[in-house]
Each structure stands twice: as structure tokens, then as C-alpha cells.
Nanobody, 120 residues
Framework: QVQLVESGGGLVQPGGSLRLSCAAS????????MGWYRQAPGQQRELVAV???????RYADSVMGRFTISRNNVKNTVYLRMNSLKPEDTAVYYC??????????????WGQGTQVTVSS
């Protein structure tokens, strides 16, 4: 059974930084693509960043240059480092896993989400 547990969300001022973590279990982590998605109130869930098992990455245009996705295949954990945060980054952030191990997914396992609020 796949389990994804996010942590690291919270309240941060504009321009600040946060690092999200997602611990995975129940999968052979190193052969899975991992992704971060987000959903703001009243909006559809959108891709933030994806990383394959061989560290190929893909980012949404809105976070390029500010966010960095990385993974530790020993700790079975994927991270999202978020810098220069903006109020429009406010959302629930979800971790996702894909056994297809491609940047395109599809992502069929999801965590419960962690809230990120960017506000002064």
C-alpha cells in the first residue's frame, strides 16, 4: 500500500522560503517519478514540479527559478524547496507518485496535502 506523508507547510511572509518534504512507503521509491502539485481555493489542482528516478526534472513556468525539487532515494523522500514566495503561491501542496517513472506521469498515488500560506 502506497503511503505519502507531506510535511513542512506553514505561514510565511512574501519573499520567504519553505521546504516541503514527502516521505514515501510501500513503493520501490527509486523507480518512481515523484511530483508536487498544488490547489488554491476555487482553482484546479496544478503541477508544480516533477522529478524522475534518475533526477530529470520539470517545473511549472510560474515557479521556475524559485522552486527546486529534489529527492533522496535512501530516505525515500522527495523535497520541494520554495524561495521568493509570493501570495499567489498560497495553496494546499500535494505529493504524488507515478510508477511510470516519466516526467509526464500519470500520478496515481497522492498524499493528504500540506497548507502553504504566503501572507504578511
Amino acid at each position: 500500500q502506497v503511503q505519502l506523508v507531506e510535511s513542512g507547510g506553514g505561514l510565511v511572509q512574501p519573499g520567504g522560503s519553505l521546504r516541503l518534504s514527502c516521505a514515501a512507503s510501500g513503493i520501490i521509491f527509486r523507480v518512481y517519478a515523484m511530483g508536487w502539485y498544488r490547489q488554491a481555493p476555487g482553482q484546479q489542482r496544478e503541477l508544480v514540479a516533477v522529478i524522475t528516478g534518475v533526477n530529470m526534472t520539470r517545473y511549472a513556468d510560474s515557479v521556475m527559478g524559485r522552486f527546486t525539487i529534489s529527492r533522496n532515494n535512501v530516505k525515500n523522500t522527495v523535497y520541494l524547496r520554495m524561495n521568493s514566495l509570493k501570495p499567489e503561491d498560497t495553496a494546499v501542496y500535494y505529493c504524488a507518485a507515478s510508477s511510470n517513472n516519466q516526467l509526464s506521469g500519470p500520478f496515481d498515488s497522492w498524499g493528504q496535502g500540506t497548507q502553504v500560506t504566503v501572507s504578511s
